[in-house]
């Protein structure tokens, strides 16, 4: 049988796909695959009622323990994206793969999405799997499909429309992160209203302490209770956001070239994020820190195009493992006025010493004493002054014995 498995959201794209995919394309059976990266329980309720309602058969997979260790993998790494912690870009791999194993499963000859040409999406999909060899249908993209065409469609059809706010918007969720995009969020100068935001509060005055603890780069325990990944971020998502910890509102420059205005939520993210950074610069040495910037970079770039299993995110892997081996120990964070701000580090791998670095002691360390930087002193600096009495006769001239 010719038969497509459709990456299905319930919302307003995949709804309209299902009926387009046998229309347009010709599949005598099209098959629903939902995937379970910590999307809210009612999104699931509501496609399986669309899925009802437009005689869908769905399946529903759980891949939150597998996206919730990608995502503390990302904090070892200290993804980012342009300011923001990546979110949607960590999850469609493991959405993609896990879609991809059913479709094998259940005999699928295709598989099919409902992402725009305009997009990431679209190519972090079919990264995974284009070589499957299986066919791959995009219908919003290859017929392009405007969502006014869609909801339009989708009434005269009658088609159930299940997304927010009867579909202007995009909304995205996950364990990690909430993204809102489309309607008049697409106007940069548009201010976003109140009622985007569920994750998190308007900051306020109000504050909290918060401690995190790490082993080898993985957060824990929170406040000395250990948790799971998946209950980790669950509960760091739910005690930083009324601090109005972990909004985004960015310009964001997409795969395709298109600069494009998102709004994103996450307060767990946010929270790891700076806790990590900051037993990272108690633990590294001044030359790991500096090389580990441009691997991070690395790493969260290859996030981001959705090549995770890639040889190259294989070796930022290896180097970031090597590190991360003494980024063990705590942080706590002051979360106030929408920030999360390191107040506390402890860690038995510092690279630290209090009476070394102290104003009050007239010792370093071992048999190091202040005046031994008077050698390092005259030292600093001198081929910035050589160079600049090359150019300028007013700069004193520096000769050694051997010159006349």
């Given at each position: 049988m010719n038969r497509v498995a459709l990456a299905f959201s319930g919302g307003l794209d995949t709804t309209v796909c299902v009926s387009i995919l046998k229309e347009e394309y010709g599949y005598e059976d099209v098959i629903g695959v939902s995937v379970n990266v910590g999307q809210p329980q009612n999104e699931f309720e509501q496609a399986k009622e669309t899925a009802k309602e437009i005689s869908l058969d769905l399946t529903i997979l759980d891949a939150r323990n597998d996206f919730a260790n990608l995502c503390l993998d990302s904090v070892r790494a200290n993804?980012?994206?342009?300011?923001?912690?990546?979110?949607?870009?960590?999850?469609?791999?493991?959405?993609?793969k896990a879609i991809l194993e059913e479709a094998k499963n259940t005999k699928c000859t295709a598989l099919a999405h409902g992402c725009t040409g305009k997009g990431n999406d679209q190519l972090r999909f079919e990264a995974i799997w284009r070589g499957s060899g299986l066919e791959i249908a995009?219908?919003?993209?290859?017929?392009?499909?405007?969502?006014?065409?869609?909801?339009?469609?989708?009434?005269?059809?009658?088609?159930p429309i299940k997304s927010g706010n009867d579909g202007i918007w995009s909304i995205d969720t996950n364990l990690w992160s909430r993204s809102i995009e489309g309607g008049e969020l697409e106007d940069p100068s548009t201010i976003p209203p109140s009622s985007i935001y569920e994750w998190t509060q308007s900051p306020s005055s109000e504050s909290k302490l918060v401690t995190i603890e790490f082993v080898e780069g993985y957060p824990v325990a929170v406040d000395g209770t250990n948790y799971s990944p998946v209950d980790l971020i669950n509960h760091l998502n739910k005690i930083c956001g009324p601090y109005g910890v972990g909004r985004t509102d960015v310009m964001e420059d997409r795969i395709l070239g298109l600069k494009v205005r998102e709004n994103y939520?996450?307060?767990?993210?946010?929270?790891?994020?700076?806790?990590?950074?900051?037993l990272e610069d108690l633990v590294l040495t001044k030359e790991e820190r500096k090389f580990k910037i441009s691997v991070d970079d690395a790493w969260a770039e290859q996030a981001y195009l959705g090549l995770i299993y890639s040889p190259f995110m294989e070796a930022l892997n290896g180097f970031i493992s090597t590190t991360q081996k003494r980024v063990t120990g705590s942080v706590t964070l002051d979360l106030q006025g929408g920030h999360a701000r390191a107040v506390s580090r402890e860690s038995p791998y510092a690279v630290h010493s209090a009476s070394a670095a102290s104003f009050n002691t007239s010792g370093v360390i071992d048999d190091i004493t202040q005046s031994d930087a008077i050698g390092v002193a005259k030292y600093h600096g001198l081929q910035e002054r050589m160079s600049s009495a090359l150019f300028d006769p007013k700069f004193p001239t520096h000769k050694t014995k051997n010159d006349k």
């Amino acid at each position: 049988m010719n038969r497509v498995a459709l990456a299905f959201s319930g919302g307003l794209d995949t709804t309209v796909c299902v009926s387009i995919l046998k229309e347009e394309y010709g599949y005598e059976d099209v098959i629903g695959v939902s995937v379970n990266v910590g999307q809210p329980q009612n999104e699931f309720e509501q496609a399986k009622e669309t899925a009802k309602e437009i005689s869908l058969d769905l399946t529903i997979l759980d891949a939150r323990n597998d996206f919730a260790n990608l995502c503390l993998d990302s904090v070892r790494a200290n993804a980012s994206y342009q300011g923001y912690p990546l979110g949607t870009a960590l999850a469609r791999p493991i959405i993609a793969k896990a879609i991809l194993e059913e479709a094998k499963n259940t005999k699928c000859t295709a598989l099919a999405h409902g992402c725009t040409g305009k997009g990431n999406d679209q190519l972090r999909f079919e990264a995974i799997w284009r070589g499957s060899g299986l066919e791959i249908a995009a219908p919003i993209r290859d017929l392009g499909l405007t969502r006014t065409w869609e909801i339009q469609y989708a009434k005269e059809n009658n088609l159930p429309i299940k997304s927010g706010n009867d579909g202007i918007w995009s909304i995205d969720t996950n364990l990690w992160s909430r993204s809102i995009e489309g309607g008049e969020l697409e106007d940069p100068s548009t201010i976003p209203p109140s009622s985007i935001y569920e994750w998190t509060q308007s900051p306020s005055s109000e504050s909290k302490l918060v401690t995190i603890e790490f082993v080898e780069g993985y957060p824990v325990a929170v406040d000395g209770t250990n948790y799971s990944p998946v209950d980790l971020i669950n509960h760091l998502n739910k005690i930083c956001g009324p601090y109005g910890v972990g909004r985004t509102d960015v310009m964001e420059d997409r795969i395709l070239g298109l600069k494009v205005r998102e709004n994103y939520e996450h307060p767990a993210a946010t929270a790891l994020l700076n806790a990590h950074s900051a037993l990272e610069d108690l633990v590294l040495t001044k030359e790991e820190r500096k090389f580990k910037i441009s691997v991070d970079d690395a790493w969260a770039e290859q996030a981001y195009l959705g090549l995770i299993y890639s040889p190259f995110m294989e070796a930022l892997n290896g180097f970031i493992s090597t590190t991360q081996k003494r980024v063990t120990g705590s942080v706590t964070l002051d979360l106030q006025g929408g920030h999360a701000r390191a107040v506390s580090r402890e860690s038995p791998y510092a690279v630290h010493s209090a009476s070394a670095a102290s104003f009050n002691t007239s010792g370093v360390i071992d048999d190091i004493t202040q005046s031994d930087a008077i050698g390092v002193a005259k030292y600093h600096g001198l081929q910035e002054r050589m160079s600049s009495a090359l150019f300028d006769p007013k700069f004193p001239t520096h000769k050694t014995k051997n010159d006349k």
